[in-house]
């Protein structure tokens, strides 16, 4: 069953960019609400306990490397059926084949840095939302 929350970040490259308040603008107008919020520069290790999940992957290395080479914007965000609703939002993984209008059509560089992550499941958006916020952050 869908729920209503998701987690984002935006990544180090739409963050150096200037992008951030214009990607969470777009987040706002396509009908989420932000329910927690913070800007932070992810360690080494923090990046790789974040992203666990693929460890063994020949991509790991650099994607720990790449996620703490500047900071992030985390975010859980909520609308009806929301880890759906912003994958459509953000578009596929490789902006060139994302959809015209969305998030990492307008503002990603490559597969690599595509400005934004969007969780791929309930489960992980809860995992991932409680890997940056408390209880007590989450509004």
Do not use: W
């Not at 840095?113 to 916020?133: K, L, M, T």
């Amino acid at each position: 069953m869908a729920t209503n929350r998701t987690f984002t970040m935006i990544k180090p490259d739409a963050v150096q960019d200037g992008n951030t308040g214009a990607i969470l603008a777009d987040i706002e107008k396509g009908g989420f609400r932000i329910v927690a919020l913070k800007k932070v520069l992810l360690t080494p290790e923090r990046a790789g306990q974040f992203y666990e999940v693929h460890k063994e992957r020949p991509f790991y290395n650099d994607l720990v490397k790449y996620m703490s080479s500047g900071p992030i914007v985390a975010a859980i965000l909520e609308k009806d059926n929301a880890v759906t609703a912003f994958r459509e939002l953000i578009g596929a993984t490789n902006p060139a084949q994302a959809a015209e209008g969305t998030i990492r059509k307008k503002y990603a560089k490559s597969i690599e840095a595509n400005a934004v992550h969007g969780s791929d499941s309930d489960e992980n958006a809860e995992i991932e939302g409680s890997f940056f916020f408390g209880a007590d952050e989450r509004f």
